[in-house]
């Protein structure tokens, strides 16, 4: 474009700026929202998950209008939030075609001028405007992947939380190491020694902040090679007694123990194995 004429080419010192300012306008405008969408999201996804995990308590209690309206308000919010975010990149398009047409109306205008005064061959003009028509679809097409940038940032902001989490479970700093591990032949351990012993010891557990235990008083042996059925109704605890057993949760009392050794004392790796 410089090539061609010079003095016409500070048009695109105008064009250029202008539609990046309407971009970095935009964008600015919508990362803070496809945040808020993400949270919003999550939020419907754990009505939802809520709701089908405990349809039975919920229809014992007859809960099932304020679970209704739980899901109309997190599908509001969520609706409303998407709303403003297409409304706004809905703006984004016509906002930058209009640039584009009046930069044509300009260099037409401009170029006319200096094609009449001779300063211009008109060849230059057509040539000018189609290099100009290049860069703005270049510009345009840059702008459509950074309207997918918000969202990648957003979800990028999520992946990395995850990532950077300190767990509260962790290994001690002198594990035991388990008797089969020491075994040549762990299918020949026997008595104490046997493979997969799973102990509960007065076992209690609360999750934090709750007024009371989940569990309490918990004490039973399962013997490899035999069969133990936990039984109870929904809410009782069968979930979190069998979550105690690979360690997703640390006992706040009492102990559980895989061949005689407390799963605390051990490698998280020999737990699970």
């Known amino acids: 474009a410089l090539r061609q004429d010079v003095p016409l080419s500070a048009l695109l010192a105008v064009i250029v700026p202008l539609m990046l300012v309407v971009i970095v306008v935009l964008v600015r405008r919508a990362v803070p929202l496809f945040r808020t969408m993400q949270v919003r999201l999550d939020r419907i996804n754990q009505v939802m998950r809520e709701t089908l995990a405990g349809i039975r308590v919920i229809r014992a209690f007859v809960r099932t209008r304020h679970e209704e309206q739980r899901f109309e308000e997190a599908n509001v919010d969520l609706m409303d939030t998407g709303l403003r975010v297409t409304k706004l990149f809905a703006l984004m398009m016509p906002a930058l075609l209009v640039i584009m047409n009046l930069s044509t109306v300009a260099i037409m205008y401009f170029g006319g001028q200096r094609v009449a005064g001779g300063d211009m061959p008109i060849g230059n003009l057509t040539a000018f405007i189609a290099y100009v028509m290049q860069i703005l679809i270049s510009v345009m097409m840059a702008t459509m992947m950074m309207a997918m940038?918000?969202?990648a940032a957003a979800s990028g902001d999520r992946v990395q939380e995850v990532l950077e989490v300190e767990p509260s479970i962790v290994d001690p700093a002198t594990p035991k190491t388990p008797p089969w591990r020491e075994a040549e032949e762990p299918s020949t351990l026997s008595g104490n020694g046997r493979r997969g012993v799973v102990e509960f010891k007065d076992?209690?557990?609360r999750y934090q902040g709750a007024e009371a235990p989940v569990l309490r008083g918990i004490t039973f042996t399962a013997d490899p090679g035999t069969t133990t059925a936990i039984v109870g109704s929904t809410g009782s605890g069968k979930s979190t007694l069998i979550s105690l057993i690979p360690r997703f949760f640390d006992v706040t009392a009492g102990g559980v123990e895989i061949d005689g050794i407390d799963i605390r004392e051990m490698?998280?790796?020999?737990?699970?194995?």
């Open 149 to 151: 940038v918000p969202r």
């Open 203 to 205: 076992v209690e557990f």
């Open 267 to 273: 490698a998280r790796a020999d737990l699970w194995s």
